[in-house]
């Protein structure tokens, strides 16, 4: 173990990011040296997610490995955060007392008393804290800012309004704050977040307003937002959204499911024909791109209902598909349903769609072909080779030659060919 180090190793959502990165400043400020070993580290902090179970699984996996060494060493701290803190207080107690503290999102403003108390050193408010914007961040150009948290509905296999309470939207005065500050300090995109970001609204200000006035301050800047409910879905937004060449024409908007009756049973608010309608409206924006979440396996769900969800899918002929097979979530309504379907069958399910999307993808991306975008170059695409890698509008990865000296930049980059995965193209002067 090193002395005066620390280590946050993160899992879950980019909102788990972004909090994340907020902590880790702190430490930065606090004299910490921050490396990336659990081993190693002196403070070690676990920011956990519970929204499926493979995430509970890694997150005790790492505890059993990490807490025996507090035993032989005194000086090593440990501490959780995230939402599995809510889900499973009493679990963490009794499993691993020798813990050094649970922190659950609603308790997180919390954290720079509980490090005081805990390390001797002192911590500025969590409130106050910027993103890291130096060389120690990944990428620092760019950065997420959550605008609302929590969630108002009650999707029936959800564990997340139990764990991060009702929705609060934050005020655009606090908002356009923080990011003038960013984007002062050279931020060229900006990722606002909440759980259903379409359902913000702050006095008379509803999200489209929001975008309009995020979009008209901050000229040269791209924004992107995530991720969108299909109901309440003002279709304000994608005409601002075509309206303004700095709002990316990317929609993230989960269906969950191709199939009416288990959006109902979901308790999802929408039929497969109303979300087809939707897509339908925003597919009228050029080279729009599109992604989902979907779920294989939800209770009592049958093959032909199974395949609705594939049939839905080639129809949109998403971009890119975050695929899950269900998971039980106690204190859950569906985690109650006494109809469940064999795990062996959700996980065939699921590698059946995945190979339905990645087979499609390729097909989908040949309309990029020819065409030249706008990219944000994120990094070297290999090793020690001149092969960058960057993003386009639709938040597709594209490779290309260049020097790294563009990393950080936006420069337009012609489409030759595709992959499953990627746009690969040329640079152009
Ligand atoms: N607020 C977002 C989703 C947040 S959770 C929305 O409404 O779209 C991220 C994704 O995890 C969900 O979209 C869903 O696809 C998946 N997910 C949530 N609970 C799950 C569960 N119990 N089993 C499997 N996947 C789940
Ligand atoms: Fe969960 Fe539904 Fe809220 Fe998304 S909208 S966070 S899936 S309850």
Redesign the pocket.
């Known amino acids: 173990m090193r002395e005066n180090t620390a280590c946050i190793m993160n899992f879950g959502?980019q909102m788990n990011e972004y909090e994340s990165l907020t902590v880790t400043k702190m430490l930065d400020k606090a004299g910490y040296e921050l490396i990336s070993s659990v081993d190693q580290a002196e403070l070690v902090i676990f920011n956990t997610c519970t929204?499926?179970d493979n995430a509970d699984e890694k997150i005790w996996n790492r505890l059993s490995s990490l807490v025996p060494q507090k035993r032989k060493n005194k000086s090593k701290k440990i501490g959780i955060m995230g939402c599995m803190v809510e889900a499973q207080r009493e679990v963490f107690l009794q499993k691993h007392p020798e813990i050094d503290f649970l922190i659950s999102p609603v308790e997180l403003p919390q954290i720079s008393k509980v490090l005081r108390d805990l390390t001797a050193r002192s911590y500025e408010e969590y409130s106050t804290y910027e993103l890291m914007l130096d060389e120690k961040a990944k990428f620092p150009f760019r950065t997420y800012m959550p605008i609302q948290t929590g969630?108002n509905?009650n999707?029936s296999?959800?564990?997340?309004p139990a764990v991060k309470g009702r929705e609060v939207n934050i005020s655009p005065d606090e908002i356009f704050e923080k990011l003038d500050s960013l984007v002062s300090k050279g931020v060229k995109e900006i990722t606002l977040l909440g759980?259903?970001i379409n359902s913000y609204t702050y006095e008379d200000i509803k999200f489209a307003d929001l975008l309009e006035m995020t979009a008209q301050r901050y000229e040269g800047v791209w924004i992107r937002f995530l991720?969108s409910?299909p109901i309440l879905f003002d279709e304000r937004i994608i005409d601002v959204v075509a309206k303004y060449d700095n709002l990316c024409s990317y929609f993230h908007i989960?269906s969950?499911s191709g199939n009416s009756r288990i959006l109902k049973a979901m308790k999802r608010g929408y039929t497969r024909e109303k979300y087809l309608g939707l897509i339908a409206k925003m597919r009228e924006i050029e080279d729009v791109c599109i992604s989902t979440?979907?779920?294989c396996g939800f209770p009592s769900e049958t093959e032909e209902e199974f395949e609705d969800s594939l049939s839905m899918m080639r129809e949109i002929g998403y971009e890119t598909a975050?695929m899950?097979?269900?998971?039980?979530?106690k204190d859950?309504p569906?985690g109650k349903m006494e109809d469940s379907i064999p795990v062996s069958v959700r996980k065939d399910r699921l590698a059946r769609m995945i190979d339905q999307q990645l087979s499609m993808q390729g097909e989908v991306y040949k309309k990029f072909i020819g065409k030249t975008y706008k990219v944000l170059v994120e990094n070297n695409a290999r090793k020690g080779e001149n092969t960058l890698k960057a993003r386009n509008a639709g938040n597709l990865p594209v490779i290309f030659e260049g020097d790294k000296s563009l990393i950080g930049t936006f420069v337009n980059v012609r489409i030759d060919s595709v992959t499953s995965h990627t746009l690969l193209g040329s640079l152009q002067g």
Do not use: G, K, L
């Open positions: 959502c929204v499926r969630c509905f999707c296999y959800c564990i997340v759980q259903t991720t409910h989960p969950q979440d979907m779920i975050f899950f097979y269900y998971s039980e979530r859950t569906a």
